[in-house]
């Protein structure tokens, strides 16, 4: 299967064997630099940046021109007549009049996602808000390939922010989905947000393992553990008890990969928590345990990755950086058709066929952060849902894949052509059940069950509710 | 003629042989993009933008890469060192050091003839301030004629702000010189300002026919029309008499032309107007009349144009912007001589020759976003007018284009030699229609006259005033 | 010695044979420009800009397009996630990964040294804070040597604010290199820093006289002279007596060079004296003895610089910015290799070799605005000095070159492997001169010595201290 004209929003849209074929060309352009100017002679690529960055567009620009590309930008949303109030379907067909690739950041869960479904032309997510930052995933695994050789099976530490970076969310799918193992070592309040965790497990198999941390101090010296993931099909290397992961760490891991505290982003509590993560310094990185161990680092860092790691041969950060230059280049190349490789045998793991609510009311996405929130999207953009379990009732936004869970629901089934029979009941009840999916009307609100037309049915309440109306 | 390092500052200063040359050039350039990278190898283009813009910006840009040239651009004012007080005169100069062709966006009216005097290369105006934007027109044009195939007595109803909007402004010009008709149907408080109504008569023949709202309701499901303009030679289509006018917009128009609402320079008083304008939508567009009729819009919406629309074959609002590049193509390659086209007979209606008044003192532009005032072009700048009217005496500011009507006039012949005979009189009075253009001085105050050394004259009050005064 | 790979950070890092070598160079390309271009396809140069610029940093990209190569730009530091709190030492390693070289920008004084101590390509110092802009100064110097065929012997008047300008502080110890005489016209209170003419005098020889201005009044007509520098080796073609220094200027000058009066760092007082500089116009400029002078600036001008000079044969301004193009022609080709060109002789001054000083202790740069003071720097940054003088002890930053004078000083050689003789002194008691620079421990406070183990010795306290301690 070809990328061309494909979009990429996140990690999912690729397969193993995709990947790898990327992969495989970026080492070629890599020996060959000066001989892939020309590649993409005539071709445009837009990168639109409605969030400050300096990295991921210097990085993406440098790629079009190393293929003798050109590049139009938008560096400064404050710059942009997309100020005046536009709306993301518009820039999309505007852009796809001008450009043949387009790369989008914005501030907006989802965004990237709603750029491509309107774009004529492929869209590239270059972070999205907090949910993904697929490119920066491919160059932690293009390093990690090239260091390691294989992915499959390694132990990755994963450090610090877990709950805010993108970056962070990208790469845990990435390694889920390469059989790689994770400990996560999130800094207190700084875990990996449920919904990422439960889709790990539903849709990439393997098992998680969790610890509460609570009582236990973290020893100096030590990255403190709170969660281990265990790929499918791997043998147990990982010793699976709780009171052991600080263990497993200290047994030895082949990456630490560390993130900056998005502090910007957070809470006062969370502020304080970041203060107290142990700093990946040469002090902690000199036991013998971590004597194979890569560190890395998306970048920018802040103080969370000590200075007197930088010439230390473990330390891969700046080569990340710089291989961003060779893996985007044999994407951008891939997506505009002008290198097709052959895609080795797939690897990937079966996706979910989950069913879709499409109904356009009822339910809105649970993030305020989500692009189906936004007073310029509104006017067009109905929310859109993965039913995702239906035990709880449980609905995934398809552009910010946060979870939702609706309060109420009803069937399409009950009440055809009666209007008497149109009730809705709560969704965690009995009847719930019971509804197909396509059948499926579902509600937050009570109040906008009943503008719809429904009544409370008889398990519209729950006990203690009921009681107390009853009395 | 050519345009080889010629300026385009207003849709005036094309004929229409030459805009149909470029037309035709754009129409070569869409069918063979590829072939068109290289043509402009080695040249550069300075895009100098002081105000937020995207589109524009964007797709001068696109249409430089896909000639093969380089750009060079100011995307933010504020990261600019013109931000240290430095002159338009100067930047045109220091900039022409740099590009072979410069495209200037500027909140000042007039800055873009202010910048092509003093540039030794081809200067193109991407707007300033609520003055022009010829390009814009451009893609408007090349949209309609490829759709309708002829301007020429074509209706289009132009919707909305018909105030602020420059687009507007080029578009009004245009549309006359290639004898189409125009339907002006302004939200209440936003019609089109006098001095362009004015000029367009004047310069461009052809009749127009106001009708006074004050006292007839907007029928729903209609847009109000406040006036039409019937291009000269034309058969007299439309049916004069003023109750008929928005009869006359339900007999069917070739396009509906609507423009975002630019709140930003609004008073509270059309904010409100704005908000009862009626929105271009399925509902209003789906009587019988409007079968045939294109929804255009110059972009980007807001509110006025709803997204029920964006599928509607009817709609060309993306096509217009995607055609900007083909357009903007042809413009460039023709400015920078890289492209000579045979330019048919001239079909442009002939100029008005005005007389100039060129003193540098005595009248100021009564526009205050005129370049003409700005602090650090005083220094240098001297005002210019056109004497476009002695009756009442109308000045048109050369760099704005606003009207100015001067309170007293003097003329040179009067005192040659003779201090005892520098008199001022009213420029409305009797006396002043005798004095010749080349011998005129004009004062928008008595004290500057006097400051001249000039004395009152018996006509330099008003009989009010005299009366006052003798008292 | 070939240019290739190395960095340009000040003045000082070309020989006048290198700066003629790209003089001739830049004579050839200017002569065929469009033959340039390809000469760098596939180089990458890259533009950071963490001030507002636009006049350097589009020379530099049009100089980039003009060879065929291409740029990655960040024009406003405020779009950049350099503004989360990145170093200059991780931005100089990432943006190695992406260009071929680096143009920088920086308010910080010293951040173009450190940006080239840490990037693996060369890097340009488009202006660091109030230090240095050496790529002006070539276009200076270039401008200089065509119109006037010879620097060497020249006499050049700098104007105006001497204090704040980068400008002219790459100026002067380039004119000093080549030979020319300066006189120094500051406006009051904005004269050239000490340490600027104390490197002057000690590196490059010569002879400076100075004057005070104080009960002096500038006569109108003149433009008040301070101070004049006499290249080594120079007929003495200038009356030396300082009365005689506004005569001299009036004698004749090759260039009277002005600058912009940098007010947005001006205090109060300088504002006040920058009002009652001359401003260079036609009438200053009409006096005879200015027949032959010509009129440089570095440009943007506010008002020092009348408009009605600009169509004088004598005004070089706009040229000099013109040429500024093939000047970074000639330079960029050289540094990325892609042009070498034989150099001449050399003439340049033999540079001082002073000790360094590098302990990273004791000892802080006297000047706020230098990098070594950065919070985001002093994480790994370690002050380091030159000892420029040893009566008065005299360290030279290495990054911005302010002067420093510490305070106290010990030496390793009193002290080894005795606590007790770990003794500290005044740095201007006769002990200090005793120590060999090797073995210099320095310290700006008595508290930090008595920090690092050392006790005040006899002469740690100077007369006046020692008699209110001993009461």
């Keep these: 299967m ?13 397969t193993n064997g995709e990947i790898e074929s990327i992969f495989s060309l970026a080492d070629k ?9 020309g590649l993409c002679h005539g071709k445009v690529m837009a990168t639109i940046f409605f969030e400050p960055s300096t990295r991921t567009r210097l990085s993406f620009e440098t790629a079009m021109h190393r293929l003798g590309g050109s590049v139009i930008s938008v560096a400064d949303p404050k710059s942009t007549s997309f100020s005046k109030g536009e709306s993301i379907a518009d820039m999309a067909r505007i852009i796809s009049g001008y450009a043949d690739i387009i790369v989008l950041r914005h501030p907006w869960e989802g965004a990237a996602k709603l750029m491509a479904d309107y774009a004529s032309v492929p869209v590239i997510n270059a972070g999205d808000g907090g949910h993904q930052h697929p490119t920066q995933t491919l160059c932690d695994l293009y390093t990690l390939k090239k260091e390691r050789g294989e992915i499959r099976g390694s132990k990755i530490a994963l450090c610090g922010d877990l709950k805010y970076g993108r970056t962070i969310h990208s790469l845990i799918f990435a390694l889920a989905k390469f059989g790689a193992n994770i400990l996560f070592c999130p800094s207190a309040g700084l875990e990996v947000p449920e919904n990422i965790l439960r889709k790990l497990v539903t849709e ?3 098992e998680l393992e969790k610890i509460s941390r609570n009582h236990r101090p973290v020893k100096p010296g030590t990255i403190p553990v709170d969660a281990a993931y265990i790929a499918p099909n791997q043998p147990h290397q990982l010793a699976m008890m709780p009171v052991d992961l600080d263990v497993e760490m200290k047994a030895g891991v082949d990456v630490v990969y560390v993130t900056r505290f998005q502090k910007e982003r957070f809470t006062n509590e969370e502020i304080e928590s970041g203060q107290h993560f142990p700093v990946i310094d040469q002090k902690l990185m000199s ?8 560190v890395m680092h998306p970048l920018p860092r802040v103080d969370e990755l000590a200075y007197d790691m930088d010439t230390d041969p473990r330390s891969m950060y700046f080569k990340q950086a710089a291989r961003g230059v060779p ?19 797939e690897t990937v793991l079966p996706k979910v066929d989950y069913p879709i609510y499409r109904r356009g009311y009822g339910v809105k996405c649970s993030n305020s952060r989500c692009v189906t929130w936004q007073d310029t999207e509104k006017n067009y953009l109905k929310p859109e849902f993965k039913i995702v379990s239906f035990d709880p009732l449980t609905f995934r936004c398809v552009y910010c894949e946060h979870g939702t869970e609706p309060k109420y629901v009803a069937s399409t089934e009950w009440h055809q052509g009666m209007v008497e029979s149109k009730k809705y009941h709560l969704a965690n009840s009995h009847l719930a059940k019971k509804i197909k999916p ?3 009307i579902a509600f937050d609100l ?3 069950a009943e503008a719809h037309g429904f009544k409370p049915g008889y398990y519209a309440h729950s006990p203690v509710e009921k009681e107390k109306t009853e009395k």
Tied chains: 1, 2, 3.
Excluded: C, H, W
């Excluded at 893996?327 to 045998?345: C, D, F, H, N, W």
């Design 438 to 440: 396509e059948n499926l």
């Design 446 to 448: 009570a109040e906008e």
């Design 204 to 206: 990439y198999g393997g």
């Design 287 to 294: 036991s013998k345990e971590f004597k194979k161990t890569l």
């Design 327 to 345: 893996v985007r280049m044999a994407l951008i190349a891939q997506m505009l058709g002008m290198k097709e490789t052959s895609v080795p045998e």
């Design 29 to 37: 352009m890599s020996d060959a630099m000066p001989q892939q100017y």
């Design 2 to 14: 070809s990328l061309t004209n494909r979009d990429l929003v996140t990690i999912d849209d690729l």
